[in-house]
């Protein structure tokens, strides 16, 4: 049977790999020209930002090649880590796609080369995102997708309602929508996308996966996730919202005519709004994501990279010094979420870069204060190995649910996520607590 972890928490495959390498302690060039790394990644415009390190860093220079999406880099690394040869030097890689990546013993331990001293720099839930939970780190944060809710205020105060500031308040609010107008909800249920609903669990205490020694916990059916299933599964037993995935023409109509007055999303909603219901511009207010707790404010992440070092890379610590660079220089930051469109991951640096809201919501001055409130108290979540399993197992058990409509069908889908999960885990060597 394969050894799970034989390199997460102490990262000795990794290491070990690394050592091999060849790699030097000195950075910078030699003799024989300037240090030369490749860097797969698909950010709009990335080339731009490394552009900056480029011209100010001639002994180490960086080469973006841009890959079609985050999917297919992933699975292209994993075949050149397989065959020994051809990874690049550094990977934009999502956070969900690391714990397969090490387990793969594609991503390097950078901890020594610096990267654990960057801890300050981020959230703690995007910092355990990158180290599992351990002392190994494997990546270095770029961008996150704190979950923000968006609401049509027009229409909320033409009803005399006022923004839900817990989860009872948005039920309470949900059905006076839809009793004041059946044609309009709140928001909608989507089975289309698990990114969502892992971080709506994430915010609620949930953390998928955990680690322990060699072996991994699968806790999809825990109670946070069964809390947040039940929760919305009842909503959609009530007819209180609508059970239609999201980015669908029929939703993107909604956001248009006024039948969608809220979506539950991510920082990066302007973009996604902007672009399908552009004449809505101003109409609608970006606040905090509802929360189970006032007293005590969480938050999941729903999206966001990080810039990893690969084990076949011969220059880790210049590797690791653009990619800090890249990712905690201010310079950086403020490149990266001008002509890339990201929200950094780094708190207080993208605090200081981002000082102008969004054009869809110029109206609202302190769209991105709300931003960095909503990054800071992400909460802790750990992703496994095969996630594209379980994500799949949403997708197809939470299609069903939201069809049934009824709260039993939602609980009846975490049990089966959970079931899945673990039955591919075990049938895949890994070994499971």
């Not at 249920?189 to 915010?203: C, E, I, Y």
């Amino acid at each position: 049977m394969r050894s799970t972890l034989r390199h997460i928490g102490i990262a000795t495959v990794a290491t070990t790999a690394l050592l091999l390498s060849g790699c030097s302690a000195s950075s910078g060039g030699t003799e024989s020209g300037p240090v030369k790394l490749t860097y797969w990644a698909w950010a709009p415009n990335l080339e731009q930002v490394v552009e900056l390190w480029n011209e100010d860093h001639p002994d180490i220079q960086v080469v973006v090649q841009k890959q079609d999406g985050g999917d297919p880099a992933i699975t292209k690394l994993l075949t050149a880590i397989k065959a020994g040869s051809g990874a690049p030097d550094l990977i934009q890689a999502e956070y969900q796609k690391i714990p397969t990546l090490v387990a793969s013993d594609a991503l390097a331990d950078i901890s020594e080369q610096g990267a654990a001293d960057l801890k300050d720099d981020f959230s703690d839930g995007v910092w355990n995102s990158v180290t599992l939970g351990g002392d190994a780190v494997y990546a270095v944060p770029q961008d996150s997708g704190p979950m923000m809710a968006y609401y049509r205020t027009d229409i909320l105060d033409s009803l005399g309602l006022s923004v839900p500031t817990t989860w009872d308040e948005y039920a309470e609010v949900a059905r006076a929508v839809h009793q004041a107008d059946p044609t309009k909800y709140l928001g909608t249920f989507s089975a289309n996308d698990a990114g969502w609903f892992a971080g709506l669990a994430q915010q609620a205490g949930a953390s998928w996966w955990s680690i322990d020694g060699d072996s991994w916990g699968v806790d999809i059916d825990a109670g946070p996730t069964e809390q947040v299933a039940s929760y919305w599964g009842k909503l959609v037993e009530e007819g209180a919202i609508d059970n239609k995935p999201m980015y669908t023409p029929e939703w993107n109509a909604g956001l248009n005519d006024g039948s969608q007055v809220g979506w539950i999303s991510s920082v990066w909603a302007p973009g996604v709004l902007g672009g399908n219901a552009p004449d809505t511009a101003g109409k609608w207010t970006a606040a905090e994501l509802p929360q189970w707790d006032a007293s005590k404010p969480s938050n999941g992440n729903w999206g966001g990279s990080s810039t990893a070092v690969t084990t076949q890379s011969k220059h880790a610590a210049a590797a690791v010094e653009f990619a800090t660079w890249l990712n905690t220089d201010p310079k950086a930051v403020a490149a990266l979420a001008d002509v890339s469109g990201v929200y950094p991951a780094a708190t207080k640096v993208a605090a200081d870069a981002l000082q102008t809201s969004p054009e869809f919501f110029s109206q609202q001055s302190d769209f991105y204060d709300i931003a960095s409130k909503a990054s800071e108290s992400v909460s802790p979540f750990t992703y496994g190995p095969n996630v594209n399993v379980a994500f799949s197992a949403y997708n197809d058990e939470f299609a069903k649910a939201a069809e049934a409509k009824t709260a039993q069908a939602f609980s009846d889908a975490v049990a089966a996520m959970q079931s899945i999960t673990i039955d591919d885990l075990k049938k895949s060597g890994f070994s499971v607590k």
